[in-house]
């Protein structure tokens, strides 16, 4: 269901009879959930799509009565449009937040908000220079997994150190664009939210190694299957060890944390995404013993849509959101530093422009 158009609006949301007027940049899962969540918050207009694929843009048009554009840069510069979602392979994130931006517009970008730092750097300072509300879809930073790790790791005091495993299955197999370096970035800016989630969790980091090793990767850029390590120290103390591993015969995306604490220890089993992220086991052990501790029921797709809703509602009361947009430039930085680290075989520290994020 859309809203009418408000021909003279002006970019101040405010009053009651105002609408927000969005277009998708992209056609794919994530461009139909983004639209599905703005055709159900009131005042909020799906105007346009702009997709290059010729039948699943028109589609999504057809669906929200939106109109269809095939060439994106014709949309973000639109009078008559308030917020721009991008939805595109990783690649091409930045190029289409940055138009957006110095359009003018509001922008909400599936992560990563860039696939290099001076990108994301770029995106960060015309935000705070335009005043725009810019969002990055950080979506697993409030599933049910993640708030029950937040939440149960605030009694247990200092981080001592994580230990954790991420696996990607290869769905499908063939040449993914989830498994080529050029369209979606090394696995890491792949696997950015678990970085997020660190991050949102322990702080930011001082310092990153790592190790990449990829099969049968060809020059475009795709490979079969990769694993990669990184080890990451953290300002407030404490370090990560993560053990990435995509393409392999596993069922799902699966996860396993080993969180140790100056109070005692967490353990996480469980998926990353989907309908099943509240199927996960979190156990809390302390010297009173070991406990089972429940978590909210939480789900992508519900975190998924709050993210939306949130940035609906931030554009109208005009208070962009400089802590999280930092920890998504912060994210960037480290999914590349742990490349560099793997490709340089030493220790890359992160600078203080790097490092800037103040402690959450």
């Known amino acids: ?22 277009a998708i940049v992209g056609s794919g899962g994530m461009a139909h959930a983004r639209a599905t969540h703005l055709s159900q918050i009131g005042g909020v207009d799906v105007a346009y799509v702009s997709s290059r694929n010729a039948y699943t843009g028109p589609a999504l048009a057809r669906r929200f009565t939106a109109a269809f554009m095939p060439d994106w840069r014709d949309v973000v ?49 015309l935000a705070a220079r335009g005043g725009k509300v810019v969002c990055v879809g ?12 937040k939440q149960a790791a605030e009694s247990l005091g200092e981080l001592r150190a994580v230990n954790g495993v991420l696996a990607t299955p290869s769905r499908g197999g063939g040449q993914s664009v989830w498994r080529n370096r050029s369209l979606s970035g090394p696995p890491f800016m792949v696997g950015i939210a678990y970085v997020y989630h660190l991050l949102d969790l322990f702080g930011p980091v001082d310092w990153v190694e790592g190790t990449s090793t990829y099969d049968g990767l060809d020059q475009s850029g795709y490979y079969r299957t990769s694993v990669s390590t990184m080890t990451a120290g953290f300002r407030r103390g404490g370090v990560a060890q993560l053990l990435y591993i995509r393409g392999f015969a596993v ?21 990353v995404s ?15 013993g070991s406990q089972r501790v429940e978590f909210p029921t939480v789900t992508l797709a519900q975190s998924s849509r709050a993210n939306t809703e949130r940035f609906v509602n931030r554009i109208r009361a005009g208070t962009p959101d400089g802590t999280s ?9 480290v999914a590349m530093c742990a490349e560099q680290a793997a490709e340089e075989n030493r220790r890359i520290q992160l600078t203080p422009s790097r490092a800037a994020m103040e402690a959450a």
């Not at 699966?254 to 220890?265: I, T």
Request: negative net charge; contains cysteine.
């Open 1 to 22: 269901m859309t809203t009418a158009r408000t021909p003279g609006y002006d970019g101040a949301l405010g009053g009651e009879g105002d609408t927000l007027r969005c």
């Open 77 to 125: 510069t639109r009078h008559d449009v308030d917020a721009i979602f991008v939805t595109t392979h990783n690649d091409s994130h930045a190029a289409v937040a940055r138009t957006a931006l110095e359009a003018g517009k509001h922008v909400f970008v599936e992560y990563p908000l860039a696939t290099c730092l001076e990108d994301a750097d770029a995106l960060v300072a």
């Open 138 to 149: 950080h979506d697993q930073a409030g599933v049910g997994w993640h708030l029950g790790i």
């Open 251 to 271: 069922p799902r995306d699966e996860q396993e944390q080993a969180m140790m604490f100056a109070g005692g220890f967490l353990s996480y089993r469980g998926y």
């Open 274 to 288: 989907g309908s099943r992220t509240n199927e996960g086991h979190l156990t809390r052990v302390t010297s009173a």
């Open 325 to 333: 947009l930092a920890m998504a430039r912060e994210a960037v930085a």
